[in-house]
């Protein structure tokens, strides 16, 4: 079918573009929006058999999986969904695409049922009155905002603008909806107010084994100020974002270096590096839809559900 592979090919082209470009969607977001791709591709590919099928969509999850290798959420529901795509070799084809994408829509389920469980747990145990440090735009800290908006429970938050994407401009216009008020700063002056917080809570873009955290770049430096000041530091992080990965074997994410707005000087280098990685020393509390907890080896994590 060499028309097919073309076709094939072109889509695969646009849509690992996409992921690998997209730096302003969270974890869990980026593993729904592959996801869907992925249903997309399950309808589009162009194949005759149910073997080609399974091997084209693998070849697909496994070059995004390689894309963005430090977002944990895409990693572990991928690696999932393929792992299941041998349960659809026995059927026809028109079955086989109706079963691949029925269990990318069971994970897109679980995922975003995850994210709202950590985002419970964390808000349960928010007084009234808290004031709360946040670094740019995560839409597990944004879910406990809208929380407390919704019950009406009183909070402040204390907003770090997130250079270079300047995702806290996103945070503060939502939180403005919201009527909560809150101060926008810079991360330079982060040591300055951190005594102004009660508390400070990060998303996650994984948890490594030993609950070291990686997360947007900026994130150690607001752990170190939170513990030199005694205010805890809460990582908000779904239990699809758990890895068995060491610290030290995280490949960080470097983005494109036009965000940096410098122009070319010679002897100059310019990095634009994205994530950073929390050891456990500084977290005060993990976070996932099973509950708080600590001390990270007594994080809750249940299996999940088989997706046949």
Known sequence: MPGGRSVNQDFKTRRLRAVAEDVRSGATSLACKALEDLIDYTDAVKVDEVTELINELRDLASQMQLARPAQAALQNALERWMEALASVSPLELPQARRKTA???????????L????????????????????????????????????????????????????MEGRKMARALNKMAISAQFISEAQIPALMSEADLVITGACQVCHDGSVVAKVGSRLLALAAQDAAVPFWVLAESFKHSVCAPDAVEMEEMPVDELYLDPLAGIQVRNIYTDLVPARLVSRWVNEQGAQTDFRSLSLEPQLPLL
């Open 102 to 112: 029925a269990m990318a829509d069971r994970l897109i389920e679980e995922l975003r």
């Open 114 to 165: 995850a994210q709202s469980g950590t985002i419970e747990a964390a808000f349960s145990l928010i007084s009234e009155g808290t004031r709360i440090m946040v670094l740019g735009m995560s839409a597990q800290v944004l879910g406990v905002f809208n929380a407390c908006h919704q019950s009406g429970r009183k909070v402040e938050a204390i907003i770090c603008e997130a250079r270079p994407g």
